[in-house]
């Protein structure tokens, strides 16, 4: 029973590998298409966000049955519950990818109204720390899942930086470019919330493995 049980988790994992690569290429074709303003990419990301969805409801069924019919207990009950919640991390991280690629087919036909400079590097912390989380469930590494939550305050420095280029030398400056600024302000706010959710799925990784509660006590990773 127990060696059945192994194998089921194992397949429970790989579900949510599986699932964890779409939506780490979903968040860079979305901003691989902003930066070519390729609405074909945009609408790719778009049309395979069905599938990210009916991955997570196949992995939700998959945990209340496990939980239903295995009645397991300690980490493998952690592992379980985590599951869940990471799975929901994920496809909302799909979502954020979705709405990025949106606001590219709102800028289409537009020129960007100034080169990408931070939003490149937010994007670039946002896949890494949505890997690292990912790999910190794998290897149950709550080291390395507590190095992502140690990055989300250079996610909110990042999106800020934006904001602010944004607002004070554009908008500021020529009301007639809102336009093409605001879709950028609503990429920077897409992409800080990925991060906020890969933070989420570290949190349940620590969880999971130490059976300690971090999310809001940012002191016990110090």
Same mark, same amino acid.
């Given at each position: 029973?127990?060696?059945?049980?192994?194998?089921?988790?194992?397949?429970?994992?790989?579900?949510?590998?599986?699932?964890?690569?779409?939506?780490?290429?979903?968040?860079?074709?979305?901003?691989?298409?902003?930066?070519?303003?390729?609405?074909?990419?945009?609408?790719?990301?778009?049309?395979?966000?069905?599938?990210?969805?009916?991955?997570?409801?196949?992995?939700?069924?998959?945990?209340?049955?496990?939980?239903?019919?295995?009645?397991?207990?300690?980490?493998?009950?952690?592992?379980?519950?985590?599951?869940?919640? @990471?799975?929901?991390? %994920? *496809? &909302? !991280?799909? #979502?954020? /990818?979705?709405? +990025? =690629?949106?606001? $590219?087919?709102?800028?289409?036909?537009?020129?960007?109204?100034?080169?990408?400079?931070?939003?490149?590097?937010?994007?670039?912390?946002?896949?890494?720390?949505?890997?690292?989380?990912?790999?910190?469930?794998?290897?149950?590494?709550?080291?390395?899942?507590?190095?992502?939550?140690?990055?989300?305050?250079?996610?909110?420095?990042?999106?800020?930086?934006?904001?602010?280029?944004?607002?004070?030398?554009?908008?500021?400056?020529?009301?007639?470019?809102?336009?093409?600024?605001?879709?950028?302000?609503? @990429?920077?706010?897409? %992409? *800080? &919330? !990925?991060? #906020?959710? /890969?933070?989420? +799925? =570290?949190?349940? $990784?620590?969880?999971?493995?130490?059976?300690?509660?971090?999310?809001?006590?940012?002191?016990?990773?110090?």
């Amino acid at each position: 029973m127990e060696r059945h049980l192994d194998q089921e988790l194992e397949d429970l994992k790989k579900q949510l590998l599986k699932m964890g690569t779409l939506v780490e290429g979903a968040i860079f074709e979305s901003v691989e298409s902003l930066k070519e303003l390729n609405i074909e990419m945009a609408g790719k990301v778009i049309k395979e966000d069905r599938a990210i969805d009916e991955m997570e409801n196949a992995i939700d069924e998959r945990c209340l049955d496990l939980l239903a019919l295995r009645q397991p207990m300690a980490i493998d009950l952690r592992f379980i519950t985590m599951s869940m919640k @990471i799975s929901t991390d %994920l *496809e &909302r !991280i799909a #979502d954020l /990818a979705v709405d +990025i =690629a949106q606001r $590219v087919n709102d800028l289409a036909g537009k020129p960007l109204l100034k080169p990408l400079i931070d939003i490149p590097k937010l994007t670039n912390l946002a896949q890494q720390m949505t890997k690292d989380a990912l790999d910190a469930f794998v290897n149950k590494d709550a080291e390395l899942a507590g190095s992502v939550i140690l990055h989300d305050n250079q996610a909110d420095k990042l999106r800020n930086l934006v904001q602010k280029e944004l607002i004070e030398e554009y908008m500021g400056k020529d009301p007639s470019s809102a336009a093409r600024a605001v879709p950028l302000l609503l @990429i920077a706010r897409h %992409l *800080e &919330r !990925i991060c #906020d959710h /890969a933070t989420n +799925i =570290a949190e349940d $990784v620590i969880y999971m493995v130490n059976a300690e509660v971090v999310k809001h006590h940012p002191e016990k990773l110090q």
